[in-house]
């Protein structure tokens, strides 16, 4: 007996329409005049599928700017909501460049951010899903592997030229072409796009699209040029301390700034900061003269006495600011005073020397 066949079976495949039949079926019912039920059962398609559809539709618009309407938005790769980043993915393969032995699961409990499937699936696009291809992959430089990751557009956050915004921007301002379909080919996000607009409006030229950051010595977090040689003079003079070390011993620079300074001047090591210091000039010290016999002696006498020869006197303090200066220590040798005479004639006072006695320990005790 025949098995029993089910509902599903009977089911035909789910087809996705492309943008140009969408937009066909739209003219069917708004030029033809076709009535809506017959136009979706000849597209296979539901009712409730076509209005959806006409929300997007715009009559005064042409048929390029109405596929463009009509094209799927839901996103695909990073822009998905559960894609990953772009650190995850660099994370991943410096690992496998690493210990190219780790398994896929052993990969994903390691690096955060990403699961199994994940693992696997970055892997086998990238063609490293073998244990051999991650080996030769692990012999590769450092240059070698900065150019795989551009190459293979992982791993690296994609920046576009002023000569590439220049033309993004002039295939919709010349042509007419969708906004959304020019970013998601381009692979960018319709903020910047427009955020590019804008300036393409006020300098339609190359210059006008360059970027428009600060950086370096103009970034306005950026270490001063005093600071940076601050700490060059506590190298040359210790060249042992460590970063943490060194940005206790100087004011206004955290551990990252030492870091980075000792990095971009090529002392982030010991070995290193040994190395440049050997390779510094050592100051001048300036020469004694050795008083050799009776002779020197009195030619130094000579010098340092006569009124033309004698080093200048300290300058003079103005009477008003020395007074002002003093002020305080004046007051309070006045203080100091009065209360040594007040007390010289409460002994005196004393009608007795034993009274006197006790007035000087009854002092005592109340100071």
């Not at 393409?200 to 370096?216: I, M, Q």
């Not at 300058?315 to 005073?337: A, C, D, E, H, N």
Request: with cysteine.
């Amino acid at each position: 007996m025949p098995a029993r066949q089910t509902r599903s079976s009977f089911q035909k495949p789910r087809r996705r329409l492309p943008s140009q039949e969408r937009l066909r079926l739209l003219h069917r019912v708004y030029k033809d005049g076709v009535p809506v039920a017959q136009a979706c059962r000849s597209f296979g398609v539901s009712r409730f599928t076509f209005y959806r559809w006409a929300k997007r539709y715009r009559r005064d618009s042409s048929d390029q700017a109405n596929i463009g309407f009509l094209s799927d938005r839901f996103r695909r790769g990073r822009s998905h909501y559960r894609g990953v980043s772009s650190k995850v993915e660099r994370d991943v393969l410096e690992l496998v460049r690493r210990r190219p032995e780790l398994s896929i699961h052993k990969i994903a409990e390691i690096t955060q951010g990403i699961g199994s499937y994940g693992v696997q699936v970055l892997l086998e696009r990238l063609h490293l899903t073998g244990r051999k291809d991650r080996e030769k992959f692990a012999q590769l430089s450092q240059v070698a592997f900065e150019r795989f990751l551009r190459r293979e557009g992982v791993g690296v956050r994609r920046y576009f030229s002023p000569e590439e915004r220049l033309a993004v921007v002039r295939r919709v301002v010349d042509t007419k072409e969708p906004v959304l379909r020019v970013c998601q080919a381009v692979g960018i996000s319709r903020f910047t796009f427009y955020q590019w607009l804008r300036q393409y409006k006020r300098d339609p030229t190359v210059e006008g699209l360059e970027n428009r950051w600060a950086s370096g010595r103009h970034h306005y977090r950026a270490i001063p040029e005093i600071v940076e040689r601050r700490i060059l003079d506590v190298v040359l003079q210790n060249p042992r301390l460590s970063s943490h070390k060194l940005a206790e011993q100087i004011a206004g620079v955290s551990n990252y700034g030492v870091q980075k300074i000792l990095e971009r001047q090529e002392l982030n090591t010991i070995e290193k900061r040994r190395a440049w210091v050997a390779t510094q000039p050592v100051p001048a010290v300036p020469a004694v003269r050795p008083e050799l016999g009776w002779l020197n002696r009195v030619k130094l006498v000579f010098e340092q006495f006569l009124p033309g020869r004698a080093p200048a006197p300290p300058p003079q303090v103005p009477f008003g600011t020395w007074l002002r200066r003093s002020s305080p220590y004046l007051l309070f040798s006045f203080l100091i005073l009065f209360g040594l005479f007040g007390w010289g004639r409460l002994l005196g006072s004393a009608e007795s020397t034993g009274q006197g006695i006790g007035f000087f320990f009854a002092s005592i005790a109340l100071s």
